[in-house]
């Protein structure tokens, strides 16, 4: 009898028991990391951590609750997103609340949160307004208004999902009187509104590339991810109108796509920005470009 009918089947399986028919599952369906996931799933289901997990390995399960953590490994080897399975994401050293509907963010994206502090610290003003276009989650806001105490930030996001899960998260990270969000399509709404800085992590995966996404991708908001035709049609519009509601000096700092940057500059060489530079990510990728009015 297999492990999986052993779990199922009687009261006589451990915490260990099923962490390792888990990983073995997982394995089988070409999990990148089986045993990560399986501790993450098992410490959604049973409220331990993964510390816990060793520590308590000899544990009964309960017939039910083990059914509960088999049927989410079985989502998982589906390829259905960790982050959605067990509702939360890391981000910037913090948690965030992470539901279907609504994009994941991603590791890269820290780097526009870290070069948006600097661009912050070196402006030394008593007030510094910012605009998050796009917000999702919330986290890229959020992340600023944590660390950044003299910021006040208005974020927006086209999907109502996505704005009352952001609304959420900045509640549960207690700067929900520093965040104004606003459902919106991107500036519309915000003429009489006037910022220092404006950050977006918008669509940029080229409409062509949608169909060789991972799996897992796949499970995530169509409209969070395709940039139309070229990658670059959200990125276009908002380098076009961003100087329309900076101030003067004011920056964009706009989160790109693989291979876009010289597209990118193409946009910059018909704007009314007068500066433009690139970061690089940690793959050694163009990933966010900074522009100053």
């Known amino acids: 009898m297999d492990m999986l009918n052993i779990a199922i089947n009687n009261d006589k399986s451990t915490v260990l028991d099923y962490i390792n028919w888990a990983v073995r599952y997982l394995e089988e369906h070409n999990i990148e990391n089986p045993r990560y996931d399986a501790e993450e799933i098992f ?7 993964r510390i816990q997990i060793y520590l308590d390995k000899d544990n009964l399960i309960p017939e039910e609750w083990g059914k509960k953590f088999i049927s989410l490994i079985k989502k998982r080897a589906k390829r259905y997103p960790l982050q959605y399975i067990i509702k939360n994401v890391n981000f910037y050293g913090l948690n965030f609340v992470i539901l279907p509907g609504v994009f994941i963010p991603r590791p890269e994206t820290e780097i526009l949160v870290e070069k948006t502090i600097e661009i912050v610290k070196e402006l030394n003003k008593q007030t510094v307004n910012l605009l998050d276009i796009g917000t999702g989650s919330g986290c890229i806001a959020i992340s600023l208004a944590k660390a950044l105490s003299n910021s006040s930030i208005i974020a927006t996001d086209i999907s109502k999902k996505a704005i009352e899960l952001a609304r959420l998260n900045a509640c549960l990270h ?4 520093r965040i104004r969000f606003i459902k919106t399509n991107m500036f519309l709404g915000l003429r009489e509104h006037y910022f220092d800085i404006i950050v977006s992590n918008p669509p940029y995966i080229p409409h062509f590339e949608m169909e060789k996404l991972q799996p897992e991708v796949k499970f995530e ?18 380098i076009k109108e961003s ?12 989160e790109i796509g693989y291979k876009e940057k010289e597209k990118v500059e193409e946009i ?22 900074i522009f100053e009015k």
């Open 243 to 254: 100087p329309k509601y900076l101030n003067n000096k004011g920056k964009l700092v706009i």
């Open 174 to 177: 207690k700067v929900e009187e």
């Open 221 to 238: 908001p169509i409209s969070a991810l395709d940039g139309g035709e070229e990658g670059i049609f959200y990125i276009k519009r908002i």
């Open 268 to 289: 910059f060489s018909h704007s009314s920005f007068r500066e433009i530079k690139f970061i690089q990510d940690y793959r050694g990728i163009d990933r966010i470009a």
């Open 43 to 49: 410490s959604f289901v049973f409220k331990k951590n």
